[in-house]
């Protein structure tokens, strides 16, 4: 059996950034990744439109001040390619690809207790062993495929939008079909809308869109870009979602109306989640002030979707503005003013099966080329849930968790001995710019690693009583927002996936900075909370 001293599941952003700092400590790491590449979300996710919402430049890496002069992006927001040829160069730059192992997804993670080690055993079969388990399998991993009858029988090309094939995929002159409007959807749909004969979107529950505003880097953009990198992260250090956007202090009813739609107004018109995380803070806090926020953004709707009966049902009525995640849009709405798009909202005439040759609803059958399925994932534990672990006597990872998640810093739990999160359920990253949480949480568990190697020490684990503090806070968290009262992946709903129908605890949102406080006391005071042995 191969043996290491730590074994990273997953080659996405996570474990990349991961091997680099285990690498530079000297550890002898092995990735094992389920893909045929490196690349995690971005090697996956290849379906038209697909592309960050944080700023490029935000999301890179920092640990090489090398790599930020020797990289230059080409648009603010970059796309999956652009995305996959970034990750690709950080690898072959550092040499991280010969540490890697592909086509290789872990069925099961095994504790041994007489020893301190894992067992992983891949999908075929094959075996290796380590101390130290790390998990970097993503937050939105898991796809889910929606419960309707009938998916398996359509007799023309279907798939989830995270299984977008890599060969190119013809849509002009196809009818197609696109089950969803979360944020896969809404970059699909604008993307899509003018290259294909006919588009039929279904839609069970609209969400608030905002528009991206996305534009190319020029050169002397991009140099000045270079020349401000400490400027830039410092400020996303600074912001609670480690973005360059930080909420607005001032309570919004303080500020008079006409100032107030002004400031929404140059909101509306900017690049980015500055709409969400720039705007007043207590529109994500105060139900009065979301409403009236809420209502600004429905006019904007109303004012781009000519049919006021199709902009009407594009307009969410069950959760405010920002309680979900907020997908960022260019020309989305005005896909649905176009002759060859039509909006099915299924809560008026649900779809009864997949047939044949489309979709029927209980109105009337749509005959189609293609289906896309955008129908999101069973977020943050739905990777964990798809491998084995099994740690003391015998426990299993998913039965501890079967009504929520429960960790120490959403780094590890209590009975899984030397097994890392590090974007775990509960843990800083998942709530923020995630290139800038990752950094967080790999710089951490790499000092974490020497600091054990150094103490000879080869057992860590988070006693019970961490564990429910942790959670104690991470629930405090959930209740100083409105998101803690809307279904969406931040509060654990998923109606795709069974036994997700009530709220779990699955994100940290007590902001970047508070997390990372946490870490740098924990680790000052000899990883408090932890058992070393």
């Known amino acids: ?43 996956w996710n290849r379906y038209p439109g697909c592309r960050f919402d944080s700023e490029s430049y935000s999301y890179g890496y920092s640990f090489s001040k090398e ?27 550092f040499d991280l690809r010969a540490h890697m192992r592909f086509d290789s997804k872990v069925e099961r993670a095994t504790w041994n207790e007489d020893n301190h080690t894992w067992t992983v055993r891949l999908h075929d079969g094959a075996e290796f062993s380590c101390p130290f388990l790390l998990t970097a399998i993503g937050i939105l991993s898991a796809a889910v495929m929606p419960r309707i009858e009938g998916v398996e029988r359509f007799k023309g090309q279907s798939f989830h939008t995270y299984h977008w094939p890599q060969e190119p995929v013809e849509l002009a002159g196809k009818k197609v079909a696109v089950v969803g409007t979360g944020a896969t959807g809404v970059q699909l749909i604008a993307e899509i809308a003018d290259k294909v004969e006919q588009l039929y979107v279904f839609q069970r529950r609209p969400n608030w869109c905002a528009p991206l505003h996305n534009a190319p880097i020029t050169p002397e953009e991009m140099a000045k870009i270079k020349a401000s990198y400490d400027e830039i992260f410092d400020r996303c250090m600074q912001t609670a979602g480690g973005f360059i956007h930080g909420s607005d202090p001032r309570k919004m009813f303080d500020v008079p109306e006409e100032e107030r739609y ?41 004012a781009r979707v000519k049919d006021p009966a199709v902009a009407e049902k594009l307009i969410p009525k069950d959760h405010g503005f920002g309680t979900r995640r907020v997908p960022m849009e260019t020309r989305y709405y005005e896909a649905y003013n176009r002759d060859n798009v039509q909006l099915i909202d299924i809560n008026d005439t649900p779809i009864e099966t997949v047939t044949e040759t489309g ?6 059958d749509f005959d189609v080329d293609l289906i896309v399925y955008a129908t999101g994932f069973d977020a943050v534990t739905g990777a964990f849930d798809r491998i084995d672990f099994i740690g003391v006597d015998d426990q299993k990872l ?48 790499a000092d974490l690693l020497v600091y054990l190697r150094e103490h000879g020490y080869t057992r860590i684990e988070n006693t019970v009583e961490a564990e429910e503090r942790w959670n104690e806070h991470v629930r405090d968290m959930y209740d100083m927002l409105l998101l803690s009262k809307t279904k969406s992946w931040f509060t654990g709903y998923n109606s795709n996936v069974e036994g997700r129908d009530t709220i779990r605890y699955v994100a940290y949102n007590g ?23």
């Open 398 to 445: 998913r039965d501890k968790w079967e009504t929520g998640p429960i960790t120490h810093y959403g780094i590890q739990t209590h009975g899984f001995p030397n097994l890392i999160m590090l974007t775990g359920p509960q843990s800083g990253s998942g709530n923020t710019n995630f290139g800038r949480g990752v950094e967080d949480i790999v710089f951490w568990a």
């Open 262 to 302: 002004a400031f929404w107004e140059e909101l509306y018109a900017s690049p980015g989640f500055g709409i969400w995380l720039g705007n007043f803070r207590d529109v994500l806090m105060d139900e009065r002030c979301n409403e009236q926020f809420s209502e600004f953004m429905a006019e904007k709707i109303r």
């Open 359 to 364: 979709i029927r609803t209980s109105e009337r």
């Open 511 to 533: 902001g970047a900075p508070r997390y990372r406080k946490r870490l740098a006391e924990c680790a000052a005071k000899g990883y408090e909370g932890f058992v070393l042995a």
């Open 1 to 43: 059996m191969e043996h290491h001293e730590v074994i990273i599941i997953g080659a996405g952003l996570t474990g990349i950034a991961q091997l680099y700092k285990l690498k530079e400590a000297g550890f002898d790491t092995l990735v094992l990744e389920a893909g045929g590449d490196l690349g995690g979300t971005w090697y």
């Open 67 to 93: 790599l930020l002069e020797e990289w230059d992006w080409t648009e603010h927001f970059s796309p999956q390619p652009e995305n996959l040829r970034y990750l690709n160069f950080v690898a072959d730059k």
